[in-house]
């Protein structure tokens, strides 16, 4: 089935430093690439989102880049800062089949020390 | 605007038991989702609904029932449980784009965590 490889795991990095964690999908048809950051004991929040028709999008200290030829997009994030500390997942849209619509990488923990 | 609630927050069940659980969500949205969140196994959707009154199954819908009888609630049944569906559960509602719900932006609920012994 489709599926999203989502690496590195876990991610220690100094305050201050860039982070990059990179996603690679099999669906060639995928159009739609959230991040979500999820933090100890809630529920995932999206913080950037991004579509086939687009090849980068930056929020403030977050970036997400698209390479739809090599089926793979990476989020950045510059000047990390403590509370950036959480899991991260990055996801891609699939259409029909048995799986729904959106499959999700298996997360990665972002660790930033003071 | 709550967003989108969950109740209850935990429950321990006994093998064989059954519950449901609730998920409202308070911005019209058309779309909603069930997910189970397990150790190293990231997301995996469950059922989801279009709009009130249907339901479809994910990729793990085994042992889960649904229903969307009203457009802000979206019930996840268990009805007889087992071990294997100890996991943290999550609601998700998104607003119901043309492009359907694999392009449609999704906010989750807080969660709520299930054991079964």
């Known amino acids: 089935g489709e599926n999203v490889e989502q690496h590195p795991s876990t991610l220690s990095v100094q305050e201050g430093d860039s982070a990059v964690i990179k996603c690679t999908y099999s669906d060639s048809a995928s159009n739609y690439f959230p991040w979500y950051k999820q933090e100890l004991g809630k529920g995932p929040q999206l913080i950037i989102d991004?579509?086939?028709?687009?090849g980068e999008k930056k929020d403030q200290r977050i970036a997400v880049t698209l390479n739809k030829t090599a089926k793979h997009f990476s989020l950045h994030i510059t000047e990390t800062q403590p509370e950036d500390s959480a899991v991260y997942f990055c996801?891609?849209?699939?259409?029909?089949?048995?799986?729904?619509?959106?499959?999700f990488g298996k997360g990665t923990k972002l660790s930033v020390k003071p | 605007n709550a967003g989108v609630t969950q109740t209850p927050k935990f429950r321990v069940l006994k093998t064989g038991q059954s519950m449901t659980l609730l998920c409202a969500q308070d911005m019209n949205h058309e779309y909603m989702y069930w997910y189970r969140q397990d150790p190293g196994m990231g997301l995996r959707l469950i059922h989801y609904s279009v709009g009130e009154g249907t339901t479809a199954k994910g990729e793990v819908p085994d042992g889960y029932n649904v229903s969307r009888l009203k457009k802000q609630n979206f019930l996840l049944g268990l009805e007889s449980a087992a071990p294997s569906q100890t996991s943290v559960y999550f609601c998700?509602?998104?607003?119901?784009?043309?492009?359907?719900?694999?392009?449609?932006?999704?906010?989750f609920g807080p969660g709520t965590r299930l054991t079964v012994l």
């Open positions: 998700a509602s998104s607003l119901g784009l043309a492009g359907g719900p694999w392009t449609d932006t999704q906010y």
């Open positions: 996801a891609a849209s699939f259409r029909g089949g048995s799986q729904g619509n959106l499959i």
């Open positions: 991004i579509r086939s028709n687009v």
